[in-house]
């Protein structure tokens, strides 16, 4: 049994076995009785690597989805037509990848409507589906997103692709905590070098292996 050595550790024993169901404010899983699953991709498009994703997703016809952020669909355009292209989902995660843990409304709402515009002005795609920096956020910027019909979507499991870990680790955390409704969150724009793209190459056909389907976020929780 868990012993609870200070407030903090007690406070997070709390918070973890809090039902998810209890903040529907925030998603973090899709239905745990189905084997749907949505990979998700955070902070692109990148140049290179977000069209290697595209690649290996079409090679395996999966579709996934994409939190990408307003500046660096300024730069690189074309991986994020593509992926509209093809028919994967397009999420906002805020122009300058900005923590929203301390911000609120004009900052959140600059954020979210100026990434908004350049998605539509780049491929003519409207999102619901926001996902706020770090999966950083206090209630205001909950209220904000929330009062423009998004629908605020985390994970359920953090691959810690960000960590730079080998691929087998990657792959060994997927594959530990993976269940029917998961969302999987993967990064396809890092400035270091990244392992995540080969754990793709071995999760993707196990996990389809095993019966699991891979859905865009909105086909989850649909
Ligand atoms: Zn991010």
Same mark, same amino acid.
């Given at each position: ?14 918070? *973890?076995?809090?039902? #998810?169901?209890?903040? %529907? ?13 949505? /990979? ?18 079409? *090679? ?8 990408? @952020?307003?500046?660096? @669909? ?24 900005? $923590? ?20 539509? *002005? ?21 209220? #904000?997103? *929330? ?18 870990? #080998? ?6 955390? #997927? ?8 969302? /999987? ?14 754990? /793709?190459?071995?999760?993707? $056909?196990?996990? /389809? ?5 891979? @859905?865009?976020? %909105?086909?989850?929780?649909?």
């Amino acid at each position: 049994m868990k012993k609870c050595l200070s407030f903090l550790i007690c406070a997070a024993i709390f918070l *973890q076995s809090v039902p #998810v169901s209890a903040n %529907s404010a925030v998603i973090r899983s899709g239905n745990p009785d189905s084997m749907k699953i949505a /990979l998700t991709f955070d902070d692109g498009p990148h140049p290179y690597k977000t069209n290697v994703i595209l690649d290996l997703l079409e *090679q395996y016809g999966i579709r996934a989805t994409f939190f990408v @952020v307003g500046e660096n @669909v300024s730069y690189y355009p074309e991986p994020l037509k593509r992926a509209v292209a093809l028919g994967h989902e397009i999420g906002n995660h805020t122009y300058h990848h900005t $923590p929203l843990s301390s911000s609120c409304e004009k900052t959140v709402a600059e954020e979210i409507e100026k990434t908004e515009e350049i998605i539509f *002005q780049t491929t003519g795609y409207r999102t619901t589906l926001f996902r706020p920096p770090e999966g950083s956020y206090n209630q205001c910027a909950l209220n #904000v997103a *929330q009062s423009k019909n998004y629908r605020v979507i985390l994970w359920t499991v953090d691959t810690r692709d960000w960590e730079n870990p #080998v691929a087998d680790t990657i792959v060994s955390n #997927v594959t530990a905590n993976v269940k029917g409704g998961s969302i /999987l969150l993967f990064h396809d724009y890092m400035s270091k070098k990244s392992h995540a793209i080969d754990a /793709l190459r071995i999760l993707i $056909p196990n996990l /389809l292996a095993k019966g699991y389907e891979f @859905v865009t976020v %909105s086909e989850l929780l649909a």
